[in-house]
């Protein structure tokens, strides 16, 4: 079975500074693994995704994650934080072992940026 | 053009009510998802769709009931709507199965009081 765990459900960052959302990952199968913000009252829009080869992906934004198979590990990282970048963040793994492109999230990480 | 829109945005009912909730996508996938967002930002998926056909069910209750009249339509029906259904449900699809980006709709905030 997938899973996702997120450590940390509230991140603060001052403007500038660099952003770091942690995600592990459980997964029976290699896993494709996902990074999708959510606004005030929006969608999830895709900011990243690893599905196979280069396991530094980058994504809109400025956001990049990095796929760590030893650790179960995919954070996301930005050098340096943008007022629009406070949001809901969920990291999200699918295996498509039911034979469809089947999400399971995290619980997701608001992040807050400081001015 | 909103790729994934779903209607209504918000919707209030009473317990025991019937209600449906509209998806549609504009972009030719093939494949649709609903996913239900709780109190706590937790989403899960619900029911997966491809080419009109149910692909996978989830743990959900049968007073919910999906519906799939083309492939560019998913809609949600909820039968005798409890307490506990009050959520945020997102419709979304992706172009095939084996797609792995999926497009969002806004989301259909539904309370039921």
């Known amino acids: 079975a997938q899973s996702v765990t997120q450590l940390g459900s509230h991140v603060s960052v001052s403007e500038g500074a660099l952003v770091l959302l942690r995600c592990n990952y459980s997964s029976s199968v290699p896993p494709y693994l996902f990074w999708y913000v959510q606004y005030p009252n929006q969608g999830l829009q895709l900011l990243l995704k690893?599905?196979?080869?280069?396991?530094l992906v980058k994504g809109i934004n400025g956001f990049e994650a990095e796929f760590k198979k030893s650790e179960t590990s995919f954070h996301l990282t930005k050098p340096s934080a943008h007022m629009s970048d406070a949001a809901e963040y969920f990291c999200?793994?699918?295996?498509f072992g039911t034979g469809a492109n089947n999400l399971f999230f995290g619980t997701g990480t608001r992040l807050t940026v400081i001015p | 053009d909103t790729a994934v829109s779903q209607t209504p945005k918000y919707l209030v009912t009473q317990m025991g009510n019937d209600k449906s909730i509209k998806c549609e996508q504009n972009l030719g996938h093939d494949t649709m998802y609903w996913y239900k967002q709780d109190s706590k930002k937790f989403l899960k998926i619900m029911f997966s769709?491809?080419?009109?056909?149910?692909?996978i069910n989830e743990t959900v209750p049968n007073r919910f009931s999906p519906k799939s009249p083309d492939k560019a339509h998913l809609n949600l029906h909820i039968n005798s709507l409890e307490l506990g259904d009050s959520a945020v449900y997102f419709c979304?699809?992706?172009?095939?199965?084996?797609?792995?980006?999926?497009?969002f709709g806004q989301g259909t905030r539904l309370t039921v009081v």
């Open positions: 690893y599905t196979t080869g280069a396991t």
């Open positions: 999200a793994v699918s295996d």
């Open positions: 979304a699809s992706s172009q095939d199965r084996m797609n792995t980006e999926a497009f």
């Open positions: 769709y491809n080419n009109k056909e149910l692909i």
